[in-house]
């Protein structure tokens, strides 16, 4: 993700998790969502920004995702994932994009998808 990309997606944070907040269940919405506390269930957004004080327990699927917190659970993202260095995720990553900071500690497999210019479909 650019960092032009990666500032669009803060800037555009509608909802905000803060770090006290404790959530048992899966959160959807079509907007952009930072956690910076803890969730127990899965997240369906268009963008996902993980805080670094954060600890998520589920899966997490966007259009894009920014991790710096802890993840147990697998991420897809249709365009990117940036999973930076204070990151810790345990689980499987697909995304178009992916983008992993030296120091950040990942245990899974990775998948990346292609999506192809003419019919919009993605390939794996």
Same mark, same amino acid.
């Given at each position: 993700?650019? /960092?032009?990309?990666?500032?669009?997606?803060?800037?555009?944070? @509608?909802?905000?998790?803060?770090?006290?907040?404790?959530?048992? !269940?899966?959160?959807? +919405?079509?907007?952009?969502?930072?956690?910076?506390?803890? %969730? +127990?269930?899965? *997240?369906?957004?268009? !963008?996902? *920004?993980? $805080?670094?004080?954060? =600890? %998520? +327990?589920?899966?997490? =699927?966007?259009?894009?995702?920014?991790?710096?917190?802890?993840? /147990? !659970?697998?991420?897809?993202?249709? =365009? +990117? *994932?940036?999973?930076?260095?204070?990151?810790?995720?345990?689980?499987? %990553?697909?995304?178009?994009?992916?983008?992993?900071?030296? $120091?950040?500690?990942?245990? $899974?497999?990775? @998948?990346?998808?292609? /999506? @192809?210019?003419?019919?919009?479909? =993605?390939? @794996?």
């Amino acid at each position: 993700m650019s /960092k032009k990309q990666s500032k669009n997606l803060l800037e555009s944070v @509608e909802t905000l998790i803060g770090e006290n907040a404790v959530i048992e !269940g899966s959160i959807t +919405t079509d907007k952009v969502i930072r956690i910076d506390g803890k %969730i +127990t269930g899965n *997240i369906n957004a268009y !963008g996902v *920004i993980v $805080g670094q004080k954060a =600890e %998520i +327990t589920g899966d997490i =699927e966007a259009k894009n995702i920014i991790i710096s917190g802890l993840i /147990k !659970g697998n991420i897809n993202a249709s =365009e +990117t *994932i940036e999973v930076l260095s204070q990151a810790n995720i345990v689980g499987d %990553i697909k995304a178009n994009i992916l983008s992993i900071a030296q $120091g950040a500690c990942f245990y $899974g497999k990775s @998948e990346m998808t292609v /999506k @192809e210019n003419n019919s919009g479909e =993605e390939k @794996e």
